[in-house]
T-cell receptor, first 114, second 112 residues
Framework: KAGVTQTPRYLIKTRGQQVTLSCSPI?????VSWYQQTPGQGLQFLFE???????NKGNFPGRFSGRQFSNSRSEMNVSTLELGDSALYLC?????????????FGDGTRLSIL | SQQGEEDPQALSIQEGENATMNCSYK?????LQWYRQNSGRGLVHLIL?????REKHSGRLRVTLDTSKKSSSLLITASRAADTASYFC????????????FGTGTRLAVRP
């Protein structure tokens, strides 16, 4: 079974631009979660989608948004990029139909803001 | 905000030794999970322990959970150089809408 795939692996943008990151979950997984990882703040939860609906949301500004398609693939969008948005963005998938399921992570997209 | 705080922040041991990492958290949980992250890669799920369990084993891994102290420990026995990675605890808590909240991580270096 293929793992979680995130594209692109690396991205360089400038302040003020916007970016879209993509995540393809493991086949059959309906829940996709997004995390931001930085050296200073560690791993921070962004949001979770389940069956095309946002089920959970972290404490990030509205510039961070996401969506999920009918095939469970998910995209995350960040608008008006700031230097502080430089981070590793990780996507994780799970079956999502009950509590306590392990999450399967992709290798992330490394976003650098110049 | 971080739910879990891990201790120590960094640990360096010789191959063959045991490594113990601790995680403390703040609120009641449904379960606690441990993950490993190799440099530049995603996280890999290691083990999940539910709030009504006290100890769990998986291969060379042993996890304990003390809900009265709101703490957990991960023991890796007979460590190998390939165990070099960062280790994170993550809690699934009713107060956080059942989303995973990760700790700060322990960087483990195993010297050959």
């Amino acid at each position: 079974k293929a793992g979680v795939t995130q594209t692109p692996r690396y991205l360089i943008k400038t302040r003020g631009q916007q970016v879209t990151l993509s995540c393809s979950p493991i086949s059959g997984h309906r829940s996709v979660s997004w995390y931001q990882q930085t050296p200073g703040q560690g791993l921070q939860f962004l949001f979770e989608y389940f069956s095309e609906t946002q089920r959970n949301k972290g404490n990030f500004p509205g510039r961070f948004s996401g969506r999920q398609f009918s095939n469970s693939r998910s995209e995350m969008n960040v608008s008006t990029l700031e230097l502080g948005d430089s981070a590793l963005y990780l996507c994780a998938s799970s079956l999502g139909d009950r509590e306590g399921q392990p999450q399967h992570f992709g290798d992330g997209t490394r976003l650098s803001i110049l | 905000s971080q739910q879990g705080e891990e201790d120590p922040q960094a640990l360096s041991i010789q191959e063959g030794e045991n490594a113990t990492m601790n995680c403390s958290y703040k609120t009641s949980i449904n379960n606690l999970q441990w993950y490993r992250q190799n440099s530049g890669r995603g996280l890999v799920h290691l083990i999940l322990i539910r709030s009504n369990e006290r100890e769990k084993h998986s291969g060379r891994l042993r996890v304990t959970l003390d809900t009265s102290k709101k703490s957990s420990s991960l023991l890796i026995t007979a460590s190998r150089a390939a165990d070099t990675a960062s280790y994170f605890c993550a809690t699934d808590a009713p107060s956080s809408g059942d989303k995973l909240t990760f700790g700060t991580g322990t960087r483990l270096a195993v010297r050959p």
